[in-house]
């Protein structure tokens, strides 16, 4: 499979539930990065992670942890959500490499998330 | 600091006219420049990019921008649309090796 995939593409949950979201890179990237859209609202930068490191945290609100256990790999643990998180949930990556000019994001489907 | 503008939330064209969707970008230095388009439910597909290589880029599916310094402008256009072309179109500036500064995003309609 090529691309940036992730999993599920839909996810309902109740504010209670824990779950977690699955990002892929198939493109030998360095940088993943998670990103919210909600409905008439700017895309939001969540997290940035470099060769598994995270390099940005945007004030995210801490019921939502992520993790990159490798520069394939990137989870968003959600847990005690609010219906207000309700959102598509976009993973993306890009080459990270610096001082180079084709830093193109590739981003993934996406997680349409509902809380409950 | 790095910004970038898109003057219009929403164009409506009809089929088989040209497009025009604006973006402004502020920048300290020379930047990254890109155009993505979203439809429904979907992620963000690159439609072109500017890495200070020529100033007119040619994208997927017939759409070009110009890159317009002494306007820090970057508008993406199309000589003709298509019924398929309607989405949502954001415009990006890079400012760095990890920061994206992502445009409020244009809605284009495309009107048989």
């Given at each position: 499979e090529t691309g940036?995939?992730?999993t599920p593409r839909h996810l309902v949950m109740g504010m209670t539930n824990k779950k977690?979201?699955?990002c892929e890179q198939h493109l030998g990237h360095n940088a993943m990065y998670w990103y919210k859209q909600s409905a008439k609202k700017p895309l939001e930068l969540m997290f940035?992670?470099?060769?598994?490191?995270?390099?940005?945290?945007?004030?995210?609100?801490?019921r939502f942890s992520p993790e990159c256990p490798n520069s394939s790999h990137l989870f968003l643990h959600l847990h005690t959500l609010q219906p207000e998180d309700s959102a598509l949930y976009l993973c993306a990556s890009s080459p990270g490499l610096a001082g180079t000019d084709y830093n193109e994001q590739f981003f993934g489907p996406?997680?349409?998330?509902?809380?409950l | 600091a790095q910004s970038v503008t898109q003057l219009d939330s929403h164009v409506s064209v009809s089929e088989g006219t040209p497009v025009l969707l604006r973006c402004n970008y502020s920048s300290s230095?020379?930047?990254?420049?890109?155009?993505?388009v979203q439809h429904p439910n979907k992620g963000l597909q690159l439609l072109l990019k500017y890495t200070s290589a020529a100033t007119l880029v040619k994208g997927i599916n017939?759409?070009?921008?110009?890159?317009?310094?002494?306007?820090?402008?970057?508008?993406?256009?199309?000589p003709s649309a298509h019924m398929s072309d309607a989405a949502e179109y954001f415009c990006v500036v890079s400012s760095g090796t990890y920061k994206y500064i992502f445009g409020t995003g244009t809605r284009l309609k495309v009107l048989a």
């Open positions: 940036v995939t992730q977690s979201l699955k940035v992670y470099s060769l598994e490191e995270r390099v940005e945290n945007n004030s995210v609100p801490s996406g997680t349409r998330l509902t809380v | 230095y020379s930047p990254s420049l890109f155009w993505y017939g759409f070009e921008a110009e890159f317009k310094k002494s306007e820090t402008s970057f508008h993406l256009t199309k």
